[in-house]
Nanobody, 122 residues
Framework: QVQLVESGGGLVRAGGSLGLSCVVSGRTFSMYAMGWFRQAPGKEREFVAAIRSGHSTAYANSVKGRFTISRDNAKNTVYLQMNSLKPEDTAVYYC????????????????WGQGTQVTVSS
C-alpha cells in the first residue's frame, strides 16, 4: 500500500504564503506524476496543480502565477508553495499519485493522502 501524508496546512491571512508537503511511501515515487487537489465546503473537489516525473507542471487557471508545485525525488516528497493567498483558496488540500498522463483528472489517481486544511482569512 502506497501512503501519502500531507502536512503544512494551517491558518493564514489573505495575501500571505503557505507551503504544503506530501511525503510518499514506496520505492517508485520518481515514476509517479503527483497532483494537488482541493475541496472547499459545499463544492466539488478540484484540480490545483500537478507535476510529472519529468518535472513538467500543470496548474489550474485559478492558481497560475500564485502557486508552485515541485518535487524532490530523493525525499519522496512533493511540495505546493502557495503565495498571494485568497479567501477563495480555503479548502482541504489533497495530494495524489498517478502513473497516468492526464494529470488534471482526479479519477486517474490511484493513491490519495488524507488531506490538510488550509484556511485563508480576510
Amino acid at each position: 500500500q502506497v501512503q501519502l501524508v500531507e502536512s503544512g496546512g494551517g491558518l493564514v491571512r489573505a495575501g500571505g504564503s503557505l507551503g504544503l508537503s506530501c511525503v510518499v511511501s514506496g520505492r517508485t515515487f520518481s515514476m509517479y506524476a503527483m497532483g494537488w487537489f482541493r475541496q472547499a465546503p459545499g463544492k466539488e473537489r478540484e484540480f490545483v496543480a500537478a507535476i510529472r516525473s519529468g518535472h513538467s507542471t500543470a496548474y489550474a487557471n485559478s492558481v497560475k502565477g500564485r502557486f508552485t508545485i515541485s518535487r524532490d525525488n530523493a525525499k519522496n516528497t512533493v511540495y505546493l508553495q502557495m503565495n498571494s493567498l485568497k479567501p477563495e483558496d480555503t479548502a482541504v488540500y489533497y495530494c495524489a499519485a498517478t502513473l497516468g498522463t492526464v494529470v488534471a483528472a482526479e479519477g486517474r489517481y490511484a493513491y490519495w493522502g488524507q488531506g490538510t486544511q488550509v484556511t485563508v482569512s480576510s
